[in-house]
Structures are given as C-alpha cells and as structure tokens.
C-alpha cells in the first residue's frame, strides 16, 4: 500500500493520515499481528510532524484499533469490534421498533471533569468539565441496561432539557448534530459497582459495551458505556459481505 498523503489538500493532515492508517491496517499484512512503522519513520516517509502521527494513532489507539507497547511498537488490536450505522438509532427507538416500551427508572445530569480517557478521546486537556448524563432503563420497572454518556464540550445539556426523549433526536434538534458513525468494544465482566442499579447480584454475568460516537466530521460527540443484564438482553450484529 502507498503510504501518501496530499499537502495540497484542505483537510487536515491529522485526518489525512487517520485515513491512511485505518486502510493500513485493515491489510491483512498488519491483521496478522506485524507492527505498524514506527513514529519518526511515518512522519519522515509521509513529510508531516511526529505530532501529527501520534494525534492519529491516540485517536485509533482510543477507540481500540491499536495497541500500543512502550519500546516495543504499535499493531493491530485484537477482539475489536467497529460498527458504521447507516441508520442510526437510540437504544429507546430500536426497543420502540421492536413494540417493546422502555422507561428511565433512574435519570441523571452531571457536571464531570474529564480523566485521562475522556480527556484523549475529545482532544481537550484534562480535568475539562464535560456534561454526564445517567440513565437506567427498563421494561415494565424492570432494569435492563444502565448507560453512563459523556459529551464533547461543546454539548450543554441541561435540566430543562426533554432528557427522556431519544438522545440522538435531542442531540439533532438542539444542536444540529447528526451522528453517522460510532466504534464499540464489547466484552463480559461482573456487575460490580452497578449491581444495586441492575438488581443483581455483583457477582452477576453483564455485558459491558463500549462506544465512541462521531459526526460527519469525524469529530468525536459523545463517550457512552452500557452495562446491560445477561439474562434480559442479547447484543446482536448482522454483517453483510461485500460481495
């Protein structure tokens, strides 16, 4: 693969080498576990900074594409999991489709600074506030899933917000944000310090999703984690060949 970027081009170099790097390492080459080229030698071959080389590795490495070891390389991450929704939805529209009704038995607005994570994802310094939003939905005053989203700063939500209807719909109208694209990382792990809001025991098997929302930019929007029970809900993907 030609590793070129267009100097001459309006987008900027950052995004330009984004690009570049997801169709990298999409070759099976670096699917099969070799190390990408180093920093200093992507910057030389490519005439940009090594700043601008690792702004675009942080935002894949963030998303977990790319794992990174100090003084050994950067490569593939494995057991990744990337979704591009053409018609993206929340979770309380796709319930809604399926003629299931949803209610938030618990609704939160919160005012955070941002850690290390939030910080590197949103491209902001640390300790930056940024909106948290709590919700706990259920059918029928069951729980099912608890999300935790933090937004970008640019997003100010506040109490007087209609924060029970769809977040993507709010996020449209109030906003003007369209969101096309996220990347999630799903895997198992304990109820833990959720177990109370789930009604379950700590020890209790949930699914732990992981997502990072973009706009048409590319930009990042939002920071959003689910813990949804075992026994009440199924993660379902459909992949379609290409051809």
Not at 105 to 111: A, M, V, Y
Not at 146 to 154: K, L, V
Request: aromatic share 10%; with cysteine.
């Amino acid at each position: 693969m030609s590793l070129r970027i267009d100097h001459k081009s309006k987008l900027p170099l950052h995004v330009q080498v984004e690009e570049l790097l997801r169709r990298l390492i999409s070759e099976p080459e670096y699917q099969n576990g070799s190390f990408l080229p180093k920093e200093v030698e992507l910057a030389n071959r490519l005439g940009v900074s090594r700043n601008t080389i690792r702004q675009a590795t942080n935002k894949l490495e963030y998303e977990g594409l790319l794992a990174r070891k100090k003084g050994v390389g950067t490569k593939v991450a494995q057991r990744q999991l990337s979704t591009s929704l053409q018609d993206w939805q929340s979770f309380t529209k796709e319930m809604s489709k399926r003629g299931i009704a949803t209610s938030n038995l618990l609704l939160t607005l919160d005012r955070v600074r941002a850690d290390e994570k939030l910080a590197g994802f949103f491209n902001i310094p640390i300790d930056t506030p940024v909106c948290k939003l709590s919700k706990l939905k259920g059918v029928e005053e069951e729980p099912i899933v608890y999300f935790e989203s933090y937004f970008h700063p640019r997003i100010t939500l506040a109490d007087n917000d209609d924060l029970n209807r769809p977040l993507y719909e709010l996020l449209s109208e109030k906003f003007d944000i369209i969101v096309v694209r996220s990347s999630e990382h799903i895997s198992a792990l304990a109820a833990g310090t959720v177990a109370k809001k789930l009604a379950v025991d700590p020890k209790f098997p949930v699914l732990f999703r992981e997502r990072f929302v973009y706009d048409p930019g590319d930009r990042p929007i939002e920071y959003n984690v689910g813990y949804y029970r075992s026994d009440k809900f199924t993660y379902s993907i459909e992949i379609r060949s290409e051809s």
